[in-house]
């Protein structure tokens, strides 16, 4: 079993930058590891994607603000976010995936004003 803890969460302006990081208690060497968001009153959805070999995904609304990237060696994944917007806002939560199985953080808190 895989314990996930996000960090780096916080107050920024609008077109301000975060840098989330996920620290897992494990090796993450092997799976696959997402990002994803819940913001008040919504479903949770899929923010960005890192497969174990490196291949990455973005949902469209972050595509060329957002980068994902992951070190297995520190068994830590990260978000990149630049230019973030009020409906970044959300709940952020980092998950792991691997065999079927799904391991999910406390999730970070992200909060952009206008």
């Known amino acids: 079993q895989v314990q996930l803890v996000e960090s780096g969460g916080g107050l920024v302006q609008d077109g301000g930058s975060l840098r989330l990081s996920c620290a897992a208690s494990?090796?993450?060497?092997?799976?696959?590891m997402g990002w994803y968001r819940q913001a008040p009153g919504k479903q949770r959805e899929l923010v960005a994607y890192?497969?174990?070999?490196?291949?990455?995904n973005y949902a469209d609304s972050v595509k060329g603000r957002f980068t994902i990237s992951r070190d297995n060696a520190k068994n830590t994944v990260y978000l990149q976010m630049n230019s973030l917007k009020p409906e970044d806002t959300a709940n952020y939560y980092c998950?792991?995936?691997?065999?079927?199985?799904?391991?999910w953080g406390q999730g970070t808190q992200v909060t952009v004003s206008s």
């Open positions: 998950a792991a995936h691997y065999l079927g199985y799904d391991y």
């Open positions: 494990g090796s993450i060497f092997g799976f696959n």
């Open positions: 890192i497969s174990s070999s490196g291949n990455t």
